[in-house]
């Protein structure tokens, strides 16, 4: 479990395509510190086993259900991640509940500069608005943000300078994709209720 706060952005130094999937090397700092073999770590919101590592890098591998769900089919070296290691179990819950199983991919459509913040617009893929309400938690590719504004087909979130300035949201622009991932405990409700309501039928 993650609670999507990023800890750093992580480079993509290396990427070996297979028959099965591709594999990513990774540099990072942070989240080297403790690393261990089969630790788990967000990358840019996809929860990712470690297959090995070194002092500066990580190694992890996507399965063919990742490459085909995620845009991490399509990153190349040089791009950047956000890299958040498993919230231990007597650490402090600063985001939301995160489980790094990203639902789908949302499209960038604007980023505005408002004074010293910024302001991201998403478009809400089908079957996902009923999850993403205005005020509630999202999370963009592993960030945990709240919803500013939800609208028809698309809503916004604002982005302090401190969360721009340490994510790899100060590289994307319109036409990029996120991953999103919605609020489980959304999805817990949803799935309980139907059952209820199927009961009073």
């Not at 938690?137 to 698309?154: F, H, K, P, Y």
Request: charge should be negative; charged fraction near 25%; include cysteine.
């Amino acid at each position: 479990m993650f609670t999507g706060i990023v800890e750093e952005t992580g480079e993509v130094v290396d990427v070996t395509d297979t028959d099965d999937g591709r594999r990513l090397r990774i540099a990072g700092d942070t989240v080297l510190s403790d690393v261990t073999h089969g630790a788990s770590i967000a990358v840019s919101g996809v929860c990712l086993t470690v297959e090995s590592f070194d002092a500066e890098s990580f190694t992890v591998f996507l399965a063919s259900e990742t490459v085909e769900k995620t845009y991490l089919g399509t990153v190349v070296a040089g791009d950047l991640v956000n890299l958040e290691r498993a919230m231990p179990g007597d650490g402090r819950f600063d985001g939301h509940l995160v489980q790094g199983h990203v639902d789908t991919t949302a499209e960038v459509l604007a980023v505005e500069e408002v004074g010293e913040d910024w302001w991201f617009t998403f478009d809400l893929p089908e079957g996902y608005g009923q999850y993403v309400v205005e005020k509630g938690s999202v999370t963009l590719d592993g960030i945990s943000l709240t919803v500013a504004e939800r609208g028809d087909g698309q809503f916004s979130v604002a982005i302090i300078p401190t969360t721009y300035d340490l994510t790899n949201l100060s590289d994307k622009e319109p036409g990029d994709e996120v991953h999103l991932e919605v609020d489980v405990v959304a999805k817990y409700v949803e799935n309980m209720l139907d059952g209820y309501t199927d009961r009073l039928a």
